[in-house]
């Protein structure tokens, strides 16, 4: 094999469905609804039935944090170059660790590929299925879900 024959790594998204294809859990979600924190695990973990079981009477999405591959153009927060939602993380969140968490997926993770150590230092903040009742968070998680702001970053200059 000679070096062109290597294939480039799979680009992951850190923030993907546990259903995902190919998800791999690489977090826990730990603290309260209102300020929840990610406890990276050390061995990101193949998901299973009996891993998703763990949720109990939660979705997976509320408990699990998990990479899959980056869908790029199929995911309504990627423009074509960045991804969005990183872009909004790194912009509109504090930080709420000072070093980089020591996350098993770094290697391949998008955020960090687009936004370096910014996203790492608010990512244990992050739940993939938001269940705050924060409008301010809900709308980084999508501005979408947030009836009429689809433009709300002209309103806000703080964080929350
Ligand atoms: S942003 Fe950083 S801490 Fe979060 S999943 Fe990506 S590499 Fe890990």
Known sequence: MTASDKKPPVIQCPSAQPTNPGAVVFGVVTGTTESPRIGYLTEAQPVTESLLALAGQANPGQVFRAASPCAGG????????????????????????????????????????????????????????????????RWIADPESVAGTSDKSENISSGP
Do not use: M
């Not at 230092?121 to 409008?135: A, F, K, N, S, W």
């Open 74 to 137: 199929g995911c309504k927060h990627f423009d074509g170059t960045d991804c969005r939602l990183a872009t909004r993380i790194a912009q509109f969140l504090d930080p709420v660790v000072n070093s980089l968490p020591a996350c098993e997926i770094r290697p391949t993770c998008r955020w960090f590929r687009q936004e370096g150590r910014v996203a790492c230092l608010r990512c244990p903040q992050v739940v993939t299925e938001v269940c705050t009742t924060d409008e301010y968070r």
